[in-house]
């Protein structure tokens, strides 16, 4: 029997999309393999948890998932015929006056090849799209197959075409720009053969892991990142050169500019297909010399004399 997909994610049937993203990423990351190395358990729950996201996630997915369960997520399901066939057999199955037919306009000879099949609603998708009239075979589809790999940071956000080794077959990937962590892709035609000649295949369903970055952090489709300043960079400002995914740029430091302070480059974040892209967040870092050197430790000392203020000032319990 198919796991509810709800009960897998652990959310409610009637949990808002942010609710279900957000509860994805808590799991996701309790689970992730890179967590979880050698742990078969956990690499399974993963699995399930990514599949249930990218379902619930996706608002027609989910529709038609809450409508007919994992048959609606089928590769060429007819939901429209579905419908019908399911208001076929809530009224007995009685023929309609036109002969043999049910609500639609699809007749029920040309989808069962003049037999209704006995099973249930799974049952009778398998008969519909396995066999034709007389019991002949129609041309099916082959099962979908699951993989998963890990790319790295940079990959994932710009988007790369990447050959990997699949069952022993290389496979063609476009990853597109903005995958994330749990993203899953989807390979036309890479998935199990199908079991009668002339048929199509599945699809290979690539689940996405993202190796992290040893600079750059994500939230969302806005990217941050830690840049050291140098005293003097720090205090009379500058202008320093800004690593960013697609490419270095120069920007403007203010003078008295102090650790922790921030600045925003528009745009210069996660682009996806469809949306407004992220921005990179830089976040200052003043570097202090580390050297004993006596002109060093002077000029420090002599800093000192004007910094008046408590720096701790109303930072207390």
């Not at 808590?26 to 992730?32: D, E, G, N, P, S």
């Not at 690499?43 to 038609?64: M, T, Y």
């Not at 019991?135 to 589809?141: A, F, I, S, V």
């Not at 369903?205 to 840049?227: A, K, M, Q, S, Y």
């Amino acid at each position: 029997m198919a796991k509810d997909l709800y009960a897998v994610l652990g959310v409610d049937k009637t949990a808002d999309q942010d609710t279900i993203k957000k509860t994805f990423r808590k799991v996701a990351a309790k689970l992730h393999p890179d967590k979880n190395p050698g742990d078969k358990a956990a690499e399974a729950r993963f699995k399930e948890v990514s599949h249930a996201n990218d379902v619930l996630g996706d608002p027609k997915k989910r529709a038609l998932y809450d409508e007919f369960g994992e048959e609606g997520l089928r590769e060429g399901f007819d939901a429209e015929q579905a419908r019908a066939y399911k208001q076929w057999r809530g009224n007995g199955g009685a023929p309609r006056s036109g002969g043999g037919g049910f609500p639609g306009g699809v007749r029920i000879e040309d989808l069962f090849g003049g037999q209704v099949p006995g099973g249930g609603f799974g049952d009778m998708f398998g008969d519909v799209f396995a066999r034709g009239r007389g019991g002949r075979p129609r041309r099916t589809r082959g099962a979908d197959l699951e993989a998963e790999t890990t790319i790295d940071f940079a990959s994932a956000v710009r988007g790369a075409t990447l050959s990997l080794n699949i069952g022993g077959s290389q496979v063609t990937v476009r990853i597109p720009p903005g995958a994330d962590e749990g993203s899953r892709v989807r390979i036309a035609g890479q998935g199990q053969a199908a079991p009668v000649e002339g048929g199509q295949s599945g699809d290979l369903l690539l689940t996405l892991h993202v190796r992290p970055h040893p600079h750059f952090r994500r939230e969302g489709d806005d990217l941050h990142l830690d840049l050291p300043l140098t005293l003097p960079e720090a205090f009379h400002g500058a202008k320093v050169r800004v690593p960013t995914i697609d490419g270095g740029v120069t920007m403007k430091v203010p003078p008295r500019t102090q650790a922790g302070q921030k600045l925003r480059l528009k745009g210069k974040g996660v682009a996806r297909k469809g949306r407004e892209p992220g921005d990179l967040y830089v976040h200052f870092r003043v570097l202090v010399p580390t050297t004993d050197h006596p002109e060093v430790v002077a000029a420090i000392d002599e800093i000192a004399k004007h910094q008046v203020e408590d720096p701790r000032f109303g930072i207390e319990l």
